[in-house]
């Protein structure tokens, strides 16, 4: 494994899983935050999980930027 396939290695594995730890206490967070507001829960609900495919779209983006 080259130096650089395992860096890649590393921070998808370190994507995975702080974005599996935000899933698994996103609904705990949005019923806590749906007491107060339910438009408020929606959005920071929807925020993190559209937050995970940014997350994969902008490194995909810059991976393509560096290869040129």
């Known amino acids: 494994m080259s130096p650089e396939s395992r860096s890649q ?5 370190v994507i995975l899983l702080v974005a599996g730890l935000v ?21 920071v609900g929807a925020v993190l999980l559209l937050g995970f495919f940014a997350i994969f779209w ?11």
């Open 9 to 13: 290695a590393v921070a998808a594995a």
């Open 23 to 43: 899933i698994y206490f996103l609904p705990t967070l949005v019923l806590w935050i749906g007491q107060y507001s339910p438009p408020l829960a929606f959005a």
């Open 58 to 68: 902008l490194r995909a983006r810059y991976q393509r930027n560096k290869s040129r």
